[in-house]
């Protein structure tokens, strides 16, 4: 007769020991997951997608040096990745994040913020949009430039 406690527990022994993470082999592809939450980089937490036929968008901004994006908020939810330069986030609340290329962001949803770059190099950033069809992504705050 099979002992299934025995067997369950080396079922799982096994899936631990291969889900333990590893180093990547060259010349083969791999991946990374670069940021995972429930929260926005500011501790916000995410609200439900929208109802709706689903949209997805993905923009690539651009900040030139020295200079800031007008105030504005998402009403959904949205992601990036800081592809070049440096980025500094300010919400309504305060908070600040300080980003470099290379760094993931889980951006504030239907919260007043702004990016800037400080640096000498444009700053880009590739956002990806889960929204909803007929839905903006972008709504700059009505007494921003």
Not at 89 to 117: C, F, Q, R, S, W
Request: hydrophobic share 40%; net charge negative; charged share 15%.
């Amino acid at each position: 007769m099979i002992n299934y406690r025995t067997l369950l527990l080396s079922i799982l022994s096994l899936v631990a020991f291969s889900c333990q993470s590893k180093e990547p082999i060259p010349d083969q592809p791999s991946s990374e997951l670069l940021t995972e939450s429930y929260l926005a980089w500011n501790g916000d937490s995410l609200p439900a997608y929208p109802s709706g036929k689903p949209k997805i968008s993905i923009v690539k901004v651009t900040i030139p040096p020295h200079s800031e994006l007008p105030h504005h908020y998402h009403p959904v939810i949205n992601a990036g990745i800081l592809l070049t330069g440096e980025l500094t986030v300010v919400d309504v609340k305060g908070n600040v994040l300080e980003m470099k290329a290379g760094d993931p962001i889980i951006e504030v949803v239907n919260t007043i913020h702004y990016g800037k770059n400080n640096g000498d190099i444009p700053a880009e950033i590739v956002v990806f949009y889960a929204g909803a069809e007929g839905m903006e992504i972008v709504v700059k705050e009505s007494n921003s430039n």
